[in-house]
């Protein structure tokens, strides 16, 4: 299968200073994903997801090594051309689903749409189609706050859908969900897949991380799995901090 | 993201938080209206002061004759005449006028208030009075020294029950024939322009003893040359007392013309004081916009997430700011508006003087422009700011 290559991680690493002290919060790591993946990106809080997911987003740049987003590089990029690749690029669904409260859900979703310079017209015809098919189509002009936690994560799904990007990165998609409204959305997520989406999920729970096809595991900033959700390995928790937690 | 774009998001934001929108604009609203309240009496009082002088004739000027010291010379009518000759492009009539302090008596009554003055056949056309019936005084009666008078409108109807020509009145105890009454210039009151004699100067300075006339009054040929006309006079005049002190020329024009710039720099002054409350309001919409971008770091962090260009987010709040001040511009325009309408009511009621407070439509879209200009000036800093937001930092922001 010659797929196409969408994310290729060469030897990224980010490095914070904080004071005198510097943290390496992604420390060499490679990887690729290819079109038409389910990747889940699953560690601890401070291993290094957090950083990942930001450089796939583009919303941060390595500071070593190479990302490459469909084959651009992404580290040479202003802010601006940053901008431009995560508006035609990336759908992003957040935990906290980030909607803007003041909009109602077409304009909502309408947001990526305006930015990417979509004449109003189709924009409110796409906008409305993603609403649709989450279903929403029937509560277009209310406002978030009216709606339940499920159903903005819903529009932001369909906020996420509808600017056709190459890859949906969902980030803690069910963190602020009860498990029944979160397994709904990780369903939708599955369906968003099976229509020919490349999904990159990040998590920290492994019955989360287990609703996709590959699971990369970080620790400390490196990669200490990376393989597909069937195999045992997948869920083994490299380290335990007894010693720290002894202390 | 096109600017009607922005302009809709700006206002969907304003209007969804009126009452912050409207105190946030409450400076510039302030501002708007004092500057055109203040620009609008500066019209008022200039057309009021105007319409003053031109009931006193605005191409009129004056010219006193003191003398020098003991040596009584003095320039005499007919070398002021040639003076006024040889000037034709400054100059037109002249007219000598001699004010006379003598009682008048109509019949059996005495006339405290009537002003008797001494006059040369132009005088009427210089002051434009108008000969209502009869004539006016005439070169020969100059040269004859005849007792005759031109009365106002107010003697003619309350003395002669509107038929005074050819009745006499005394001055001084000298008998006068009324040959001419003038039309009627003011109210006929009593005391006012319509209760007046006039006579002929040369009549007038026999009686009063001085034998020599010392006032004078011409008129200047254009309004828009007052000062050089002036000059003109005062130059001709030091030439023959090689003194400045013994002479004194007014133009009601250059009068008219001091006071106006006078008043100007006052309403100036008055306005660029007013104009600092518009400052003090856009410090006011600048404070709001950084509370305001504070207070949407999390929409900034979503929206450049989604992919908006910093130059978007520099729009959207440029716009707000620009927006909210403009509006507050708008709003002063009316307040103002509405109150040049009632202060021009109460002057009315309280001073009986017609003094209409007009804003001009200059100063009503200078007052626009500024308001606007303001928002995007202090606008510019915040927007700044919160176009230079770091999404990651901005999608955390609790």
């Known amino acids: 299968m010659a797929q196409e290559t969408i994310i290729e991680f060469r030897d990224v690493s980010k490095v914070y200073h904080m004071g005198d002290s510097i943290i390496r919060a992604a420390d060499h790591v490679n990887f690729t994903v290819k079109k038409g993946e389910f990747v889940a990106i699953v560690g601890q809080s401070g291993s290094g997801k957090s950083t990942c997911m930001n450089i796939i987003g583009c919303l941060d740049v390595p500071s070593e090594g190479e990302y490459l987003l469909q084959g651009k590089n992404v580290g040479e990029m202003d802010r601006d051309e940053l901008a431009e690749i995560r508006n035609e690029m990336l759908g992003f669904i957040f935990q906290q689903y980030n909607l803007l409260p003041k ?26 189609a993603a ?32 600017g056709s990007p190459s890859v949906i990165l969902a980030d803690e998609p069910t963190g602020a969900l009860d498990s029944r409204t979160g397994r709904e959305v990780l369903r939708m997520l599955q369906q968003v897949h099976r229509e020919g989406n490349t999904v990159v999920l990040i998590t920290h729970d492994n019955g989360i991380a287990a609703t996709a096809q590959r699971v990369i595991r970080l620790d400390d900033g490196h990669i200490v799995y990376d393989g597909p959700v069937t195999d045992p390995n997948a869920f083994v928790q490299p380290k335990i901090y007894t010693e720290e937690v002894a202390q | 993201m096109t600017f009607s774009e922005c302009f809709g998001m700006a206002w969907k934001n304003i209007m969804s938080s009126k009452m912050r929108s409207l105190l946030t604009m409450l400076g510039i609203i302030i501002g708007v209206t004092a500057v055109i309240v203040i620009m609008g009496m500066g019209n008022g009082m200039e057309n009021y002061m105007r319409e003053s002088f031109q009931e006193l004739g ?76 009869g004539r006016g005084i005439q070169y020969v009666d100059e040269l004859k020294r005849t007792y005759v008078c031109v009365i106002g409108s107010y003697l003619n109807n309350t003395m002669f029950n509107g038929n005074g020509i050819g009745e006499t009145l005394k001055i001084d105890g000298r008998e006068f024939t009324v040959v001419g009454v003038l039309e009627e210039k003011a109210d006929s009151e009593e005391g006012g322009s319509d209760d007046v004699i006039y006579v002929p100067y040369s009549t007038a300075s026999r009686l009063s003893f001085t034998g020599m006339m010392s006032t004078y009054i011409l008129t200047i040929v254009s309004e828009d040359r007052a000062s050089e006309s002036k000059t003109v006079m005062e130059n001709a005049l030091y030439n023959y007392y090689k003194d400045d002190d013994s002479y004194m020329v007014s133009a009601t024009a250059e009068a008219l013309e001091t006071m106006t710039s006078m008043l100007n720099v006052v309403i100036t002054v008055l306005a660029v004081i007013a104009g600092i409350s518009l400052v003090v309001g856009g410090i006011g919409i600048m404070n709001i916009m950084l509370v305001s971008v504070t207070e949407r770091t999390r929409e900034i962090g979503i929206r450049k997430a989604l992919g ?28 103002g508006y509405l109150l040049s309408a009632a202060v021009t009511e109460a002057i009315t009621q309280l001073m009986e003087a017609d003094i209409t407070v007009s804003p001009d439509l200059g100063s009503v879209l200078l007052a626009f422009s500024i308001s606007a200009g303001i928002g995007v000036f202090f606008g510019y800093m915040p927007a700044k700011k919160a176009a230079q937001m770091n999404p990651i930092d901005a999608l955390r922001y609790d």
Do not use: W
Not at chain 2, 63 to 78: A, D, F, P
Not at chain 2, 313 to 334: D, H, K, P
């Open chain 1, 103 to 128: 909009l109602n859900l077409l304009e909502n979703v309408e947001v990526p749409l305006m930015y990417a310079g979509v004449p109003k017209e189709e924009r409110r015809e796409r906008a409305a």
């Open chain 1, 131 to 162: 609403l649709e098919k989450v279903g929403l189509g029937n509560k277009m002009k209310h406002l978030p706050t009216q709606l339940s936690g499920g159903q903005q994560q819903r529009v932001s799904i369909a906020r996420a859908l509808a």
């Open chain 2, 58 to 133: 605005t191409n009129n000027m004056t010219v006193t004759l003191i003398g020098r010291g003991n040596s009584y010379t003095q320039m005499s009518y007919e070398e002021l005449q040639e003076i006024v000759e040889e000037n034709p492009d400054d100059f037109d009539l002249i007219s000598p006028t001699v004010t006379m302090t003598g009682t008048v008596k109509i019949g059996s009554e005495t006339m405290d208030a009537t002003s008797v003055t001494g006059v040369g056949e132009d005088y009427f056309e210089i002051k434009s009075l108008h000969i209502a019936q």
């Open chain 2, 308 to 335: 908006s260009k910093e130059k978007y987010i520099l729009m959207q709040f440029v716009t707000e700011s620009a927006l909210t001040s403009a509006l507050g511009g708008i709003i002063g325009i009316l307040l």
